[in-house]
């Protein structure tokens, strides 16, 4: 099974809720109106919260990535390299 890899900019994130809304396991809008990645880890070189999900969980990231209002989230596959979205 594969494995890919979502990164979420956080700073331009308005709280919409487009991710929560597809996938409450991953994602979570905090008190402070800015989603969290559940389980992410924080990438300082990048900025960006990092997290590794399996093939299963792909479509309601995917999901969220596409509705997400604000483009902040970003999807690759881990073996490739390849941007899914
Ligand atoms: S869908 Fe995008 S803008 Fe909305 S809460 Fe999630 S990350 Fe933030």
């Not at 559940?38 to 995917?62: Q, S, T, Y």
Request: aromatic letters at 10%; charged letters at 30%.
């Amino acid at each position: 099974m594969g494995k890919y890899i979502v990164e979420y900019s956080e700073k331009g994130c308005i709280g919409a809720g487009v991710c929560e809304a597809f996938s409450e396991k991953d994602w979570k809008v905090g008190p402070n109106g800015k989603a969290v990645l559940n389980g992410g880890k924080f990438d300082a070189a990048k900025g960006v919260w990092v997290k590794e999900i399996d093939e299963k969980d792909l479509p309601a990231n995917r999901q969220a990535a596409e509705g997400c209002p604000s483009s902040v989230i970003r999807i690759f596959n881990k073996d490739t390299g390849e941007k899914i979205f």
